[in-house]
């Protein structure tokens, strides 16, 4: 059974509450196993991040990148969002963001704010996706516990091995197509949200679904110019417990609007 999420643009708002600090509402319908994704929490990071910058005078509406470490889950419901602006500048500006629940800060990012123009062209990539086409692509059964993906439509392709039938081995890798349902846009903030919220491509290899987000790097490289956004997932390495993992998020046009790296704890199913 799946719900009608709250739209990102509500779930993900801040509030001014005093000089540099400002309120938010995690929500439950952004969340994995119960706990607010990485992804949603840059979102709110990012968004108090400008909110800080334009109060201080910087004239930038975007932020570039958010560079966040997840010292601790925060459980939905009410958190706070302490700022500080490192610097304004005339091309970009920096902020410190530090979420905290109570006395504990939970989670810290460092935003680099910057303006992007809703019609800039890519004037160079490297390296393009190979998905198939989303009429080729297929959705599956909701994952337990993953409420989150009630806000997305998803379809999987299947070039890739069926993981959600069983099939592991490798590639540690997940291409999609990806759209916000209820008729939801992607923009220059909500699409930091798209570079974390697909399954953990660990899955492919045979982990488990507690895959905890310790550090997420995530960089907006153009404003989205499409509803449905193909999103390529994959892992460099694991070692030692921990995986690296890489998200590049393309438009229908074939740019490049968004990608991240992340490193994360992860745990196999015995005998994988």
């Given at each position: 059974m799946t719900f009608a999420a709250m739209p990102i643009a509500d779930a993900i708002a801040v509030e001014p509450v005093g000089e540099n600090r400002y309120r938010a509402e995690l929500v439950d319908d952004y969340t994995v196993l119960g706990y607010p994704n990485g992804g949603y929490l840059q979102c709110v990071l990012?968004?108090?991040?400008?909110?800080?910058?334009?109060?201080?005078?910087?004239?930038?509406?975007?932020?570039?990148?958010?560079?966040?470490?997840?010292?601790?889950?925060p459980t939905v419901g009410p958190v706070m969002l302490s700022t500080k602006v490192r610097r304004i500048g005339r091309g970009v500006s920096f902020v410190a963001v530090a979420l905290s629940q109570g006395e504990d800060?939970?989670?810290?990012?460092?935003?680099?704010?910057?303006?992007?123009?809703?019609?800039?062209?890519?004037?160079?990539?490297?390296?393009?996706?190979?998905?198939?086409?989303?009429?080729?692509?297929?959705?599956?059964?909701?994952?337990?516990?993953?409420?989150?993906?009630?806000?997305?439509?998803?379809?999987?392709?299947?070039?890739?091995?069926?993981?959600?039938?069983?099939?592991?081995?490798?590639?540690?890798?997940?291409?999609?197509?990806?759209?916000?349902?209820?008729?939801?846009?992607?923009?220059?903030?909500?699409?930091?949200?798209?570079?974390?919220?697909?399954?953990?491509?660990?899955?492919?290899?045979?982990?488990?679904?507690?895959?905890?987000?310790?550090?997420?790097?995530?960089?907006?490289?153009?404003?989205?110019?499409s509803d449905w956004v193909a999103v390529r997932q994959w892992i460099r390495s694991i070692a030692d417990g921990v995986a690296e993992e890489h998200c590049e998020v393309f438009d229908e046009s074939g740019d490049l609007v968004a990608s991240a790296t992340q490193v994360a704890l992860v745990r196999f199913t015995q005998g994988s």
């Open positions: 990012a968004n108090a991040a400008i909110a800080a910058a334009s109060d201080d005078g910087a004239p930038h509406i975007h932020a570039s990148s958010v560079a966040t470490n997840f010292i601790k889950s800060v939970l989670t810290e990012s460092l935003v680099t704010v910057a303006t992007f123009s809703e019609s800039s062209t890519q004037r160079y990539l490297s390296d393009g996706i190979a998905i198939a086409p989303l009429a080729d692509c297929v959705s599956v059964p909701p994952f337990e516990g993953f409420r989150l993906h009630d806000s997305l439509e998803i379809r999987y392709d299947l070039l890739m091995p069926k993981w959600w039938e069983g099939e592991v081995g490798g590639p540690g890798e997940i291409r999609a197509w990806m759209r916000l349902a209820e008729g939801g846009q992607w923009n220059a903030l909500n699409i930091f949200f798209a570079t974390d919220c697909l399954p953990p491509a660990t899955l492919a290899l045979g982990s488990t679904g507690w895959v905890p987000t310790l550090q997420l790097t995530s960089y907006l490289r153009r404003v989205p110019s």
